[in-house]
């Protein structure tokens, strides 16, 4: 058994096995997603009804003008997929950590909590878009990527 891997603009699919390779044998899709993008779409669609699940790795900077509580000591922290802090009505989804993983379907206007591991069932048809939950002014600061394995839709 081989491993294989399909590369795209923003997605890459995962592939265990010999022979042809097509999107209907992908284990995982992979996506990177830029702590500075205000959404990177993964590549990978989904119709409403399915079921999306995604697994997350990384690391991202973040900078404040102030230091952070979080990080007293510096106005730079390190934040995992998994966010941290109180949850800050200015991000672009108040309801899920800050600098934690976020994602939703283009077509919706629905942000869901993804983190180090998550999912949702999709509200809509279209790609699954991803990114840095962040203050919607200051993308543009921060640094780092989240490493995003998306499973195939089911």
Do not use: R
């Not at 379907?105 to 999912?119: D, M, Q």
Request: net charge negative.
């Amino acid at each position: 058994m081989g491993i294989k891997f399909l590369a795209g603009a923003a997605c890459a699919a995962i592939v265990l096995g010999s022979g042809s390779v097509g999107a209907s044998s992908a284990t995982y899709y992979f996506a990177l997603v830029p702590a500075t993008s205000t959404g990177t779409d993964s590549g990978v669609a989904f119709t409403a009804g399915q079921k999306v699940k995604v697994k997350a790795s990384g690391y991202a900077t973040i900078f404040d003008a102030e230091p952070l509580p979080t990080c007293p000591s510096s106005n730079y922290c390190w934040s995992s997929p998994a966010g941290f802090g109180s949850t800050d009505s200015q991000d672009t989804d108040p309801s899920c950590a800050p600098y934690s993983l976020i994602g939703y379907i283009a077509g919706s206007t629905t942000y869901h909590c993804l983190g180090k591991g998550g999912g949702f069932t999709a509200d809509a048809t279209g790609d699954l878009i991803l990114l840095m939950n962040d203050e919607t002014c200051c993308y543009s600061d921060n640094g780092g990527d989240y490493a995003v394995l998306v499973e195939p839709p089911k």
